[in-house]
Every structure is written in structure tokens, then in C-alpha cells.
């Protein structure tokens, strides 16, 4: 079983400033993590994923994230947010391959003030 | 490459009509495809995983003979929503891993359907 859970519905920052969206999952086998991005009326991007590989993961973007197994948690940052980014973005978890059904998160809105 | 795409990407239909929705890996065999709804500003959750040769296999709660799933080649799957009503307007999303490896899943970009 599986399951992540999205901290913050809606998060709102300057332009400029670091984004910081959090994520922490369950799993009961070792996840494969990934955050995607939705724009509104359009399907899912994908930022960035973990496979088990390196725990600091750099996506698109300038956005990364970094996978802590002791903490459960696979939070997304950016070190200085754009206008661009505003959108809906979503983490999601598989068990130990990313080629079975994804198990999303709630998302989380940014909100990029200028 | 790993392109996915879905058609049609709007659909306003009357309530008891059938609706069909295609998903089609572009540049990519898929055996395996999986249909997801979203419903306004909610997230995504797995409605059925489609296998080529095989019957679809249903998320708890999703009725199999309403939503009717279809996957024809080893790059199209299809979605049906028989006698659609005002609750099932939803977006729809695809996704497929390839069948020649790889640790993600393509997403199709959505289909959009009102049920009047």
C-alpha cells in the first residue's frame, strides 16, 4: 500500500522568492517519487523523479528535490521563483518501479505574486 | 519520443449518450495503459489499468460495465463512458510506460468531458 500526502493546498510566494513544496509518502516497498506539474485545462508534466538512485534529484526548471527516507519526504524547492511557475503541481509514488499506477498526492497551488 | 496523445481533448455530450476517448502512444508500444480521473481541482485517482489482450483491470468503486475500456493494439486504448450522466463530466487522463523499459510513465494531455 501506498499513499502521499501533500502538505499545504495553496502556497503563495514572491517573485524571486524560494519555493519550497513539501511531500511525504508511505510506502511499504522502496517508492519511486515524482513531482509533476499541471497547467490549467493541459495534462501532467514531469519535473523531476527519484528511482533509487542519487537522494538529491535536479528536474526541469531549476526545481529539485530531495528523497529522505528517515523523514518520508520528497519536497519540492526552487531557489528563486518565476512568474512561470504558477500552477498546480502534484507528487505522486509508485512501488519500486515508476511503470505501475501512480498514487497522487491532493496538489498543491502556487501562487507566484509579483 | 514518448509521446502520448488523447482525442478528443474537449467533448460536451447529452446525458445518456456514450462517449468514447482515445489514448494512443504515438512513437511506443504500451501493453499496458491506465486510465485516471480528475475531478475539479482534486487530484488525480486511478480509475482502471488497461492490458493489451486482456481485460481491464478496475479501481474499487469504479463500475466496469459503465466505463468500458478497450485496448485494441499495443498503442491504443480506449475509454468508454456509456449512458454518461452530469457526475461522470470529468477530465480524463492516459498515461502508458513503454513496453521497452524505462522507470516512468507518459501522460496524455487530458480529455475534457461535460455531460449536459
Known amino acids: 500500500a501506498q499513499s502521499v500526502t501533500q502538505l499545504g493546498s495553496h502556497v503563495s510566494v514572491s517573485e524571486g522568492a524560494l519555493v519550497l513544496l513539501r511531500c511525504n509518502y508511505s510506502?511499504?516497498?522502496?517508492?519511486?517519487l515524482f513531482w509533476y506539474v499541471q497547467y490549467p485545462n493541459q495534462g501532467l508534466q514531469l519535473l523531476l523523479k527519484y528511482t533509487s538512485a542519487a537522494t538529491l534529484v535536479k528536474g526541469i526548471n531549476g526545481f529539485e528535490a530531495e528523497f529522505k527516507k528517515s523523514e518520508t519526504s520528497f519536497h519540492l524547492t526552487k531557489p528563486s521563483a518565476h512568474m512561470s511557475d504558477a500552477a498546480e503541481y502534484f507528487c505522486?509514488?509508485?512501488?519500486?518501479?515508476?511503470?505501475?499506477?501512480?498514487?497522487f498526492g491532493s496538489g498543491t497551488r502556487l501562487q507566484v505574486q509579483p | 519520443g514518448a509521446v502520448v496523445s488523447q482525442h478528443p481533448s474537449r467533448v460536451i455530450c447529452k446525458s445518456g449518450t456514450s462517449v468514447k476517448i482515445e489514448c494512443r502512444s504515438l512513437d511506443f508500444q504500451a501493453t499496458t495503459m491506465f486510465w485516471y480521473r480528475q475531478f475539479p481541482k482534486q487530484s488525480l485517482m486511478l480509475m482502471a489499468t488497461?492490458?493489451?489482450?486482456?481485460?481491464?483491470?478496475?479501481e474499487q468503486g469504479v463500475e466496469k460495465d459503465k466505463f468500458l475500456i478497450n485496448h485494441a493494439s499495443l498503442t491504443l486504448s480506449t475509454l468508454t463512458v456509456t449512458s454518461a450522466h452530469p457526475e461522470d463530466s470529468s477530465f480524463y487522463i492516459c498515461?502508458?510506460?513503454?513496453?521497452?523499459?524505462?522507470?516512468?510513465?507518459?501522460f496524455g494531455p487530458g480529455t475534457r468531458l461535460t455531460v449536459l
Open positions: 498515461s502508458a510506460p513503454n513496453d521497452r523499459g524505462g522507470d516512468e510513465q507518459f
Open positions: 505522486a509514488v509508485s512501488g519500486n518501479t515508476g511503470r505501475r499506477a501512480l498514487t
Open positions: 510506502s511499504s516497498v522502496p517508492p519511486y
Open positions: 488497461s492490458n493489451e489482450g486482456s481485460k481491464a483491470t478496475y
